[in-house]
């Protein structure tokens, strides 16, 4: 498959979904913290009018995940904006919630991967099978990192 293939099958929307009542997206990325260590410049979350400050209460994750899970949504990512590793505990809960009480066949994770090892260590580790980890990083100690991500 080609990279413009690839693209199309991403931003196309498919015929079954041009309906005044399309079917379940197959895919949905929920944020569970808008909160983040870093203010990279091209990111959207600096451009929030209002920062907010609070995560998601696990409650209502469990409510709506369970409705997209018997709607037919089939994968789960537990970011948006935001980074989830800023609450470790809830991001462990949620991944454990998905996995093996929905057992939705496909969740992930795009993540900085700043405080991965720590936060995890902290609060118990990512034991539950995430498939699919998308570290978007830099060196810790570099320029690119100081100038991009606004570190310091
Ligand atoms: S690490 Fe990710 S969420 Fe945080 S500011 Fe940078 S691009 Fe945005």
Redesign the pocket.
Known sequence: MTITERIDNITRIPPEFRHAQPPAPKSVKIEISPR?????G??A??TREVQPKWDMDFRLFQRITREMREAGVEEIGVFY???SFMNPRLLVDCIAWTKQELRFPYVFLTS?ASMALARTRSSGSLSAPIRRLIP?TFPESSTILTAV?RTR
Do not use: H
Request: proline share 0%; with cysteine; hydrophobic share 25%.
């Open positions: 983040c260590n870093y203010r990279c091209f990111c979350l600096r904006l935001g980074e900085n978007s991500a």
